[in-house]
């Protein structure tokens, strides 16, 4: 098992330098999620197939990230990707200091000199990742020559956040695997930037739209309110009110409402086992996946299944 360092290991406040003259705090930011692979780990993964083409080494997001900052003079040893999904900041790479705001994807190649920070009136929400190998060197070149330079600006930066939250999801695992499924979540989010980086600024997508696609994309995995707003540039008062108007029903809600369908359907269309079924539709313990069941169709999974059709 690969055992990811904790959150004060790296990157957050623990050891952060602000940039504007401040000390570091020791707390970090409400509703933070990183995920920093050991060093040992890393070095095992770049001798492996797939994730010796592309590795992440971290990866994470910082919300509202009051004085969140950083000065590297010779760069960082692997590529930076930052995706802004609210609030404002600013970078510094050499070609020239640069306003960062909703939308705004920054790409910062290995070993090259950048500072970056929030903006002290309307921090930033940033979702980020660290990334090496050759196919990410070729991705990032990619990037940099459709947005000509170290910003690509995306008419809806929601796909590119979620890829990001599930390449966290799978560093947490603390697997090889994981590590795998990593390096495909970044790939995609690498090319899609890639792809799409130059076009014109439109009209914003709907956030809630962006959000139940979020959903519906990670089920079973749990999103709390905090990290779904966050993904859409809402506040958590906000995305609840809107999503209840629009969804009718609450996220937490709607997520149960996910889950229970796919329930559903591995109960009606297969043979396995109860409990397999609550585990993959992201319940654990089968007596809570039995309750919650129970409290939703009436019936427990097993007299659901057998239930005359």
């Known amino acids: 098992m690969l055992r990811p360092r904790a959150m004060g290991d790296s990157l ?35 001798r492996r197939p797939v994730t010796d083409r592309l590795l992440v080494t971290d990866a994470g997001v910082f919300p509202h990230a009051a004085r969140h900052g950083r000065s590297r003079p010779t760069g960082a040893g692997e590529h930076v990707l930052l995706v802004c999904t609210g609030g404002a900041g ?30 002290a009136d309307d921090p930033w929400t940033v979702w980020w990742l660290h990334a090496v190998g050759p196919d990410a060197d070729a991705l990032v070149t ?5 947005a000509g330079g170290s910003v690509a600006h995306l008419q809806d930066p929601a796909p590119v956040a979620s890829l990001v939250a599930r390449t966290i999801d799978a560093l947490d695992t603390a697997t090889a695997g994981g590590l ?28 809630i739209e962006r959000a139940v696609e979020h959903l519906r994309a990670t089920t079973p995995r749990r999103t709390s309110v905090t990290e779904l707003a966050a993904l859409v540039g809402l506040s958590p008062s906000q995305l609840g009110a809107s999503f209840r108007r629009r969804v009718g029903s609450s996220p937490l809600r709607y997520q149960t409402d996910l889950r229970m369908a796919r329930a559903r359907e591995l109960l009606d269309a297969t043979t396995t086992p109860v409990a397999a079924v609550g585990q ?30």
């Open 12 to 46: 957050g406040r623990m050891d952060e330098t602000t940039v504007d003259g401040g000390s570091a705090l020791p707390d970090g930011f409400t509703g933070q999620r990183m995920v920093v692979v050991p060093a040992p780990a890393v070095r095992a993964a770049r």
């Open 90 to 119: 600013w970078i510094r790479p050499p070609d020239g200091r640069s306003a960062v705001g909703p939308g705004d994807v920054v790409l910062l190649p290995a070993g090259v000199a950048h500072e970056y920070g929030a903006a």
């Open 142 to 146: 990619a990037v940099r020559d459709a």
């Open 180 to 207: 795998v499924q990593a390096a495909g979540c970044a790939w995609h989010a690498l090319a899609h930037v890639a792809a799409v980086g130059r076009r014109r600024p439109g009209p914003a997508p709907d956030p």
């Open 280 to 309: 993959r539709c992201g319940y654990d313990d089968p007596l809570y996946f039995s309750r919650q069941f129970s409290r939703v169709h009436g019936l427990s999974p097993t007299a659901y299944r057998d239930r005359p059709r």
